[in-house]
């Protein structure tokens, strides 16, 4: 058997494009553009990479894009005071800090600055927490996407078992939560759990997001099942060309999943795509207009 490729490309240029009318719809109904502040500290490059990413679709959905651009030595009390800033800023519906932030700045602090009305990372401890109690949310984007991606493949995922495997604040823990609110039945693994291959056999839903290329094996995987590889590790191969590879082995899993997301044009593709959809719905909920239809 060959797995089913989930296409996360197509499926988000699909999403992009109904934000996209739906921004046009709020804007010629309500006077309504959704703006989105962007906030670089220092120059990663592959943070830079991502926000120039989420620049240009956020425009290409007609949305307002702001960027700033700090230098990496910036005072923590400056970086607090753009963002104080950004809160009041009506032009603003979404503020994003991108991660991670020089060690020199605290970023529970500077993420506790952000209004949470307009924390479309939902990284914010209120977001967090009324993810955690059921409660509506704004909701981590790259989470969101892997639930887009499964409901690809699955129109319910109700009663079905899924494994978590990794439990950040970014990635891990929201999707637990957003499986619980399908009536997934969830298993969380992490670095401390024990025999890993074997709790992955029982799942029907399988979600690595560790860091590590090509942890998860084929034969961990129960046939039939859907594999939604969050991983993003960069290898450098023989010919000193990098090559990112996801936490599957996918070549493997290929063999015995019955869907898999490929590394690239997976879930990463789903990311930006998923923070357009949070702006517009923090757009709408700030300015008390009904929920966007997407
Ligand atoms: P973190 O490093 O914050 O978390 C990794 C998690 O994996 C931790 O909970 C850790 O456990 C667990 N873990 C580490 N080693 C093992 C192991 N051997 N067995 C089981 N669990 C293990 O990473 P993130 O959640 O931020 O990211 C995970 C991956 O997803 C990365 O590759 C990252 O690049 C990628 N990513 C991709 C995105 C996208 O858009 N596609 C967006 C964000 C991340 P413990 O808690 O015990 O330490």
Same mark, same amino acid.
């Given at each position: 058997m060959t797995a089913r490729i989930i296409d996360g490309k197509a499926i988000a240029a699909e999403l992009r494009a109904r934000v996209a009318e739906e921004v046009a719809r709020v804007r010629r109904e309500h006077r309504l553009t959704p703006g989105l502040a962007v906030v670089l500290v220092g120059s990663d490059p592959a943070s830079e990479v991502y926000v120039r990413s989420k620049h240009t679709q956020t425009q290409a959905a007609g949305m307002a894009s702001f960027e700033h651009k700090l230098p990496a030595d910036v005072a923590e009390s400056d970086l607090l005071a753009l963002i104080a800033k950004l809160n009041r800023?009506? &032009?603003?519906?979404g503020i994003l800090v991108q991660l991670p932030l020089p060690k020199s700045l605290h970023t529970e602090t500077v993420i506790n600055a952000i209004d949470p009305a307009k924390d479309v990372d939902g990284l914010h401890p209120n977001n967090a927490g009324r993810l955690a109690g059921g409660l509506p949310a704004l909701a981590p984007c790259t989470p969101l996407g892997c639930i887009i991606l499964t409901k690809s493949v699955h129109a319910s995922l109700e009663g079905m078992n899924a494994i978590v495997i990794g439990r950040s604040n970014l990635v891990g823990r929201p999707l637990v939560q957003l499986l619980l609110n399908e009536n997934a039945t969830v298993t969380i693994a992490h670095s401390r759990s024990h025999d890993l291959p074997q709790l992955t056999a029982r799942a029907d839903l399988v979600y690595a997001a560790v &860091?590590?290329?090509?942890?998860?094996? &084929?034969?961990?995987i129960r046939p039939g099942a859907t594999v939604i590889d969050v991983g993003i590790n960069r290898l450098q191969g023989d010919d000193g060309k990098t090559r990112l590879v996801g936490d599957v082995a996918f070549q493997e899993a290929l063999n015995v999943a019955g869907a898999i997301t490929p590394v690239p044009g997976g879930v990463g593709q789903m990311t930006v795509a998923c923070l357009l959809v949070n702006t517009l719905r923090a757009a709408c909920a700030i300015a008390g207009l009904p929920a966007p239809a997407v």
């Open positions: 800023d009506p &032009g603003v519906h &860091g590590k290329p090509e942890m998860v094996r &084929g034969d961990w």
